[in-house]
């Protein structure tokens, strides 16, 4: 609940400010210094908001009555007799002996799942993690990464391995042509009205695994508080690593599918006679200009640290002066911003001067599925001769773009996406 109480405070520290300067306009009129840092506290307070309300719904939290709560504080208390693990480490520790004791010390707080066709063998299954801490692993996870959690989510059902969705198939912003034929007439009294419809494609995905191992020796394991920080740590930096690694550059295959590999992708040409490995300010507005109107609130930029310099570099040549570009400014909270948007820095995008080292995405239209039983299983034979145990994680998730392609603007003849890239400079 810390961070949700620190998002709360910046977010009205933003808001009080920008009221602020609206209250010290002479006239009611702002200079444009004052309009530019008015308006980057207003992007700054709607980010804020967006991140809280990712935060209530990644924790299960609910407002009722105006306070933030847990969702399970709503409940009635489960029963007094309910047996549960007071730490993730206790529980590792009671999967690794019920797997040494083939099922003879098998603790009754653990449940076992076949993931396969295979029964009996334990490696095809594996013993759920505590709901709690599944819980805390995936937020975690998503909270180490940056782009996994600005995805939109949908959980899957226990009954289900993937899923369908029809979706609107819209190309084009041409009359008759918005929302895949949805078409509005002007239409004279006492004439026949006349009808139109949507046009929609089927959206279809399978669950897929992201694993991980992890070989913890005997006096590890005898240290259940140790045990937990390591497995807390290691694997939500990885599994926050993996997923945005895939929504970059994904393959589909046996994986989420990447925005670079998507048919949706609008890649800017670079300037004619444009250094190699270089950034100009064109780069930065032609892409912008790419991105549907619609969809630039909650857009962000991510760039490989490379670019940095060259962001700080960047100038407009100005008769014999040069001067900063108005469009790249740092905000209140110390953000750098490129048209209003965040720009953050993230170890998956390409190097400096190849496509993908800047790009420009709404990730609200990238969809996350998954399933949010993690399972964790043990073997003592891996590693026997160095007295550790081995562990297996399993966690059911994939992910593709929403759009399958570009969309023809109604005026104008670039085509626009929520996926943008710059062309190679090289």
Not at 201 to 227: I, V
Not at 367 to 386: D, N, P, W
């Amino acid at each position: 609940m810390e961070k949700l109480l620190e998002l709360r405070r910046e977010r009205s520290e933003a808001v009080e400010e920008a009221r602020a300067i609206l209250d010290g306009a002479q006239d009611g009129k702002l200079t444009d210094e004052q309009k530019q840092k008015y308006d980057d506290l207003v992007t700054r307070a709607k980010d804020l908001k967006e991140q809280e309300e990712r935060y209530i719904a990644l924790n299960d939290l609910v407002i009722k009555d105006g306070t933030i709560v847990p969702r399970d504080d709503l409940k009635d208390d489960p029963p007094k007799d309910e047996k549960r693990f007071e730490t993730f480490g206790e529980q590792l520790r009671a999967v690794m002996v019920a797997e040494i004791s083939q099922g003879k010390e098998l603790d009754d707080r653990l449940t076992y799942r076949q993931l396969g066709m295979s029964e009996g063998v334990p490696g095809d299954g594996g013993y759920l993690v505590q709901k709690d801490f599944v819980a805390e692993l995936l937020k975690n996870a998503y909270d180490t990464g940056i782009l996994a959690n600005r995805c939109r989510r949908y959980p899957i059902g226990a009954n289900s391995n993937g899923i369908k969705l029809n979706v609107v198939d819209e190309s084009s912003r041409a009359t008759g042509s918005r929302m895949g034929g949805i078409q509005a007439f002007w239409t004279p009294e006492g004439t026949k009205k006349q009808a139109s419809q949507p046009k929609f494609r089927q959206m279809e995905m399978s669950l897929q695994k992201l694993t991980g191992l992890l070989y913890a020796t005997d006096e590890l394991l005898a240290d259940t508080t140790l045990m937990e920080a390591l497995v807390g740590d290691a694997f939500a930096d990885e599994f926050g690593f993996m997923l945005d690694d895939a929504i970059v550059r994904g393959t589909g295959a046996g994986q989420p599918a990447g925005v670079l590999s998507s048919n949706a992708l609008v890649t800017v040409p670079a300037e004619g006679g444009q250094a190699a490995n270089t950034v100009v300010y064109e780069n930065l507005s032609n892409m912008w200009a790419r991105l549907p109107a619609r969809l630039r609130r909650n857009a962000a930029w991510y760039i490989n640290q490379d670019v940095e310099p060259q962001l700080d570099r960047l100038a407009i040549a100005a008769g014999t002066a040069a001067l900063e570009p108005r469009f790249i400014t740092y905000g209140p909270d110390g953000v750098l911003r490129i048209k209003g948007a965040p720009v953050n820095a993230i170890e998956q995008a390409e190097p400096l001067g190849q496509v993908g080292d800047i790009l420009l995405l709404n990730l609200n239209q990238y969809l996350l599925i998954e399933k949010g039983a993690m399972q964790a299983a043990t073997s003592i034979h891996v590693r026997f001769i160095f007295d550790e145990q081995t562990f297996r994680f399993v966690y059911r998730v994939n992910g593709q773009p929403i759009w399958n392609r570009p969309l023809t603007p109604y005026r104008g003849g670039n085509q626009q996406s929520p996926f943008i890239a710059l062309a190679a400079r090289t």
